[in-house]
């Protein structure tokens, strides 16, 4: 039954509000506690993102859109070796399970900052950035990613995990094609949520870093059994000759 309630708070959407911390608070605020349950079946990847990362010691790490923190549990018995992990979010609610979560675990070396991921900066440069199905829930996705790029520092390793469909004509980094009533009904299916793929994303990202991993998929919905949705794994390294 509490899996029936998160299907139809995603149905029913965000809420009309141009506030988009609104928005997020009007979706998650009555399935936060259980956020992480339903969604490890339906957000794949995030494992193998976080594990190809692969921050060195005393790294300093930013999650933009960390949401409840879940991610940084990747990071396993790595996590005590890095400087600093940032989780940032616009969402309050998500934001409080994280901080139990950090809380709960002793994380001496993590933080979770409610702050807008288009503009955020940490005091030192970044040396891991990374976006986890949240890309796709900010509006303003553009400046997210130059934000990214500009908070690590030369050779800095930018990754995403996210829903996507593909252009009409892909190439280069854009390698598979959906069909036109594939891409219509993904982003009409997602865009209900508040969850707008692009097929711009991917392209993008290959343009302002370099890449050094990419992979495009298809994951299973919870009680859907017939629908693979599509995502993708990108992993990239900030140009040294960057500003």
Known sequence: MRDLGIVWRMVRGAGRSRDASARMDTLYRTQAADYDRFRERLLHGRRELVERLAPPPGARVVELGGGTGANVEHFGDRLATLGHVTIVDLCPPLLDVARARIDRLDWTNVDAVHADATRWRPDEPADCVYLSYSLTMIPDWHRAIDNAV???????????????????????????????????????????????????????????????????????????PLLRSPYFLFVGEKRRSAE
């Open 150 to 224: 500009a908070m690590l520092r030369p050779g800095g390793v930018l990754g995403v995990v996210d829903y996507y469909v593909s252009r009409k004509h892909p190439d280069g980094i854009g390698r598979v094609r959906h069909g036109a009533l594939a891409r219509a009904f993904w982003r009409g299916w997602f865009g209900r949520a508040d969850v707008f793929v692009n097929p711009d994303h991917l392209p993008y990202l290959a343009d302002r870093v370099d890449p050094r991993f990419v992979d495009e998929r298809r994951g299973s919905i919870p009680y859907v």
